[in-house]
């Protein structure tokens, strides 16, 4: 599954602060030798391939990119670095690294080659797998420069969803009897809430669901949409039928860490006594992870209520 | 000599009701402690990291509930005037020291135990000759789940003559030690990289919030050994934890030719010479 897009012809939705620091950093590289290198973090769908992209154009003269779209098994995958402009730009780096023994030998040459070579790196990661890194490599002392992206407002969400259709294609129907909703006795200790036109109220509902993340707002948005009408009572959060046991759980943790991973790779980091295909197969019933081109990875709309249920069992943090 | 006058205490009047509802407040506060604490346990699976926290709660909530229910008897049904309630202490404390002293320190051990917190619910201690989870604190015992399965109850007054060792107190998480065994001529250094991938590879690892893990290795006659220092993330999982390390461990030492310790006879060769 790819990873949502947030682009527009003149330029990307949102991340104008994280966009001025990076290029500042270029900027100082550029004049003064200093490198900053920079790590680009940020949830599944999250936009960071977005992000790196615009910089690619901007700076399209200056810069080379390399993107990973699988675990990196061949240490030769790292040769092409050496022949890379001065700016380097590394698109999914958590694909250096297999959570098994004898899994980090690529990510290992990798931190030895950012701080000896003389060029800026400007990387992406999965924020899963970062945090994981900082606990076992200290990864964050290798890039200075972090940059957490922030999920979106829902004016940014409108601004990305509506950018597909001309004004006035989509037709947005109330379909929430907000009497109803005030006569709740919680609603006594409310505030006094603006009425809210059902437009607003499908970009506010999708920006709770989503977390701001634009990937996902783009997905919950494509299903909701009927014959280019949408209603607020469409928008649904996902919620976890029954809870994974620790197994599956760590299984959705790598899932989650990786983006997306095979079979075999998934074979490689679990005990070979574990029931992959029984637990995939019962993970994929539940609707928490698809497979696409036989490659695995998070339901979008599943993806938060997985979060939070694997923070409970500390898999994830 | 000064003469010895007798305090009067008047007879308490005890009647059947009267001893029905005090039946009926302990047979209701017992109740009340069992719901509480079948509730709260099953709650506490469901809230992840603070599990624990509402664990402990249930000791604390059964002292309330008992403590409560004892006021009721003795303040309003019993109605005992001052003279009464010390004539009662006075018989309190000659059954004490008679036949129910141990149930009177496991008592007052139990309070030491919620008041002074030794060791809380989901502990893993050692205390006298038992190891295992604290998985009750009761007005009487303490309840240990060892690691064969066993339920053991310890009494509270140990409290006040034996040591207890708490692995965890109070988290959830739990340092492990793991010890591996290879011989002095396997290449040690590779062998720590190799336990040190297995531990932070662990399905079962506890990594955030600093509680980093430690590989050490040390020199003995006859072999090496490596110790790694690891969190798991739940107590639960101890050995599952240590298995999990030992076995991935050993099988990547196997496939890199590093040895265990080979059997050494002392003396053995100097009989041929």
Redesign the interface.
Known sequence: MSEATTELSGGVIGFKDEIAIIQSAISDFKKTGQKSNIAILSDPFGGKTTLIDEIEKINSEIVSKISFSSIVKNKDSLKVLDQSNEILMVDDCHFLYM??????AIIEDFLRMVPSYNKLFITTWNSYSW??LI??FDIDQFFPIQINLPGFTSTETKELLLSMYDMDQIKFVEDVDKKKIRSTPFSLFRKRQKAMTAENEVFEKIKQVSHGNPGIARIIWDKSLESQTIKPSQIKAFSLRSKPE??EA?ILSIILSMKSINKEELME???PESPLDMILYKLSKEGLIAVDEERYSIMPEALYSIIDFL?????V? | MAEFSPIDVPLLEIDLITILNAILILVIAYLSARVISYVLTRFSER???YRLVVKNAIPILKWIIYGIALYNIFGSILTLTSTQLIAMATLLGAAIGFGIKDLFADAIGGIVIILEKPYQVGDKIKIGQYYGEVVDIGIRSTRLMTPDDTLVSVPNYLIFTQSVASATAGNP?MMVIIDLFIDPSSDAEFAMK?LR??V??S?YV???K?Q?FAIFLDDFPFYRRLRAKAYV??LRAEFEFKS?VT???W??FSKNSIQAPKVTILGEGLTKQ
């Open positions: 959570r098994k023994i004898g899994g980090f945090r994981y606990e076992i620790y197994n760590f980091i679990i005990e923070k409970k069992f500390k898999l943090w | 809230v992840g990291r998480e190799i991938e297995a932070m590879t399905k506890y990594l955030p600093k980093r993330h739940d999990d076995r991935r461990a099988g990547e």
